[in-house]
């Protein structure tokens, strides 16, 4: 074996990047406020009222963020926070994630490489091979 | 000595991939033993810790690690890789909140995995000093000398930032 593809499927990738993005824009802000006025971990506990060990485990994933502990720590940053959900951006010749995936549980669909023209593939069958030709066909 | 090529060859490591975002290549390299590999396989068959702490599985923790790596981010030092110990040709550990994963940079921004285990065994079981010297030990048995080992120990030696 020369290479392996740790794929995890569309859900779950998403699901693991959205958290640790929402963790990293976190400490990202934190760095920055430390930056400035040199805000500290214990400031932020002192001002939620909660003990520094839980702030650091939230920040460090070992702790689930709640949408109030995420309001909260964006409050005590005295930052708002912007949520949007929005269709992925369909152009030509970019990668597709969910198209490539060999785990997705829902069928896959290839763009046959025309702006909205999808193909549904079938759950079962081998997705790594297929092309836009085979797909057209399909 | 052998090189990168050949190690790959004889099937001693092999390059691991995940599936990168939209417009985005992999800026650095990611290899692992043919026994992380069956790891990474059980962590994919949904394999978990007995006390689990992050939000997300043990499989998102490691795709996101993985992700990261490759796509060229800046990883935290300390919070999410650090060295095992101060030495020539260190071990280097990766981090995420359930797990560890052991190995060695071949060169800068190139990572090869070799032991991957649940972060509560490693602490519980002290298992830093083992797997450090069964590393040493497989460098060994693959003649890998100093030009496919990073010498210093400075989040910069090993990552480009």
Request: aromatic residues 8%.
């Amino acid at each position: 074996m020369t290479s392996f593809h740790f794929d995890i499927g569309s859900r779950g990738r998403n699901a693991g990047r959205f958290i640790a993005r929402v963790r990293n824009e976190l400490l990202r802000a934190l760095a920055e406020k430390k930056k400035e006025s040199k805000f500290s971990q214990q400031a932020l506990a002192n001002k939620l009222e909660v003990h520094r060990s839980l702030i650091n485990r939230q920040l460090a994933g070992e702790a689930n963020l709640t949408l109030r502990s995420l309001s909260d720590l964006a409050w005590a940053m005295d930052l708002e926070i912007e949520l949007e959900l929005k269709k992925p951006a369909d152009e030509i010749g970019k990668n597709h994630t969910n198209a490539t995936s060999t785990v997705q549980s829902a069928p896959i669909k290839v763009l046959s490489g025309v702006r909205n023209a999808v193909v549904p593939i079938a759950a079962n069958s081998d997705r790594c091979a297929i092309s836009t030709e085979q797909a057209k066909s399909a | 000595m052998p090189t990168l090529e050949e190690l790959v060859e004889v099937n001693a490591i092999s390059r691991i991939e995940v599936e990168m975002g939209v417009r985005e290549q992999p800026m650095r390299l990611l290899y692992g033993t043919p026994s992380f590999i069956d790891w990474l396989n059980e962590i994919l068959a949904g394999a978990q810790p007995r006390n689990r702490l992050g939000e997300a599985t043990p499989a998102e923790q490691v795709d996101e690690l993985f992700y990261d790596f490759l796509r060229g981010l800046p990883l935290l030092p300390l919070r999410q890789f650090r060295f095992i110990r101060a030495e020539k040709n260190a071990v280097w550990e990766l981090k995420t909140p359930d797990i560890r994963i052991f190995g060695w940079f071949l060169k800068k921004d190139c990572f090869v995995c070799v032991f991957g285990n649940w972060v509560d065994l490693v602490k519980d079981h002290d298992l830093y000093r083992g797997y450090r010297i069964a590393i040493r030990r497989l460098r060994r048995e693959f003649n890998i000398g100093d030009d496919l080992c990073v010498q210093g120990v400075a989040p910069s030696d090993v990552l480009s930032f």
